[in-house]
């Protein structure tokens, strides 16, 4: 006997642990030791700077150069810049050898991901406002990553100001990822078949899925059955009126089509 719902759970892929980025979407802060090289300009071959405690750092040949919330990249361009005054090809490079500030890497389903500066005591929801806020296809977790140790949260009890624990006190060098939101699918006779996105919520009901669906159509074959509790990449299939082989087969080709369905957000 066939029931109405059929779900399958397909294979999800794992959060992999997140990286620091590399310094090129880092942006210097106080503190933060500098290196210069150039073959060209001696005044500036192995040139140490440190960024002050207003931003600014001093070179030879260029003087008193702001570098707080700029880039390594942005800094060598504007050095450069200013050194075409003195040579035709001044031929510089730049890195940072040592982190004086507080950097925090944010990455994901945020506006901006990058590395940013803490400038003292800011919780998990400041830093995250700070990278611009959640993307619609987040999803409900947000992992923090520190040292060897992975914290993770609720999305909603942080936006709510719910996690204001100790934990949720967030650290120089933190990773924090916002993964995506996972989806569930549902096909078949329905109005509005495709992916939709879990977003805060872990799970779903089969009713809630369907509705999502913008409910079954007229021809839609529907029984009576429980309400069954959908998670990650589930599949909610609504057979048709039509013969039982054409649901068998409907049912038998979701996993195949599922991947190339409409992705909703809800």
Do not use: C
């Amino acid at each position: 006997m066939m029931r109405t719902f059929l779900i399958w759970t397909m294979l999800g892929a794992n959060v992999g642990a997140a990286v620091m980025p590399s310094q090129a979407n880092y942006r210097l802060g106080s503190d933060d030791k500098l290196l210069f090289r150039s073959s060209e300009v001696e005044e500036l071959e192995e040139k140490a700077a440190v960024v002050s405690r207003d931003g600014f750092i001093d070179l030879p040949l260029v003087g008193r150069l702001e570098v707080a919330g700029f880039t390594v990249l942005e800094v060598r361009r504007q050095v450069t810049a200013l050194l075409t005054a003195y040579y035709k090809s001044p031929n510089l490079s730049l890195e940072i050898t040592q982190y004086g500030s507080e950097p925090v890497s944010v990455l994901g389903a945020v506006t901006h991901s990058g590395i940013y500066q803490l400038n003292g005591r800011k919780s998990l929801a400041e830093v995250l406002a700070m990278a611009g806020g959640i993307q619609p296809q987040a999803g409900y977790t947000v992992l923090v990553k520190r040292n060897e140790k992975v914290l993770s949260y609720n999305l909603r009890d942080i936006l709510r100001d719910k996690s204001q624990g100790p934990s949720a006190i967030i650290e120089a060098f933190d990773v924090i990822t916002v993964p995506q939101a996972e989806l569930i699918y549902v096909i078949g006779d329905v109005h509005k078949a495709g992916g939709f996105a879990l977003g805060e919520k872990e799970h779903v009901s089969a009713l809630q899925a369907l509705s999502l669906a913008e409910g079954p159509n007229s021809t839609a074959s529907l029984g009576k059955g429980p309400d069954l509790d959908m998670q990650a990449d589930d599949i909610l299939v609504v057979p048709s009126n039509s013969t039982k082989k054409m649901a068998i087969k409907t049912a038998e080709a979701a996993l195949q089509t599922a991947s190339g369905l409409a992705i909703w957000r809800f």
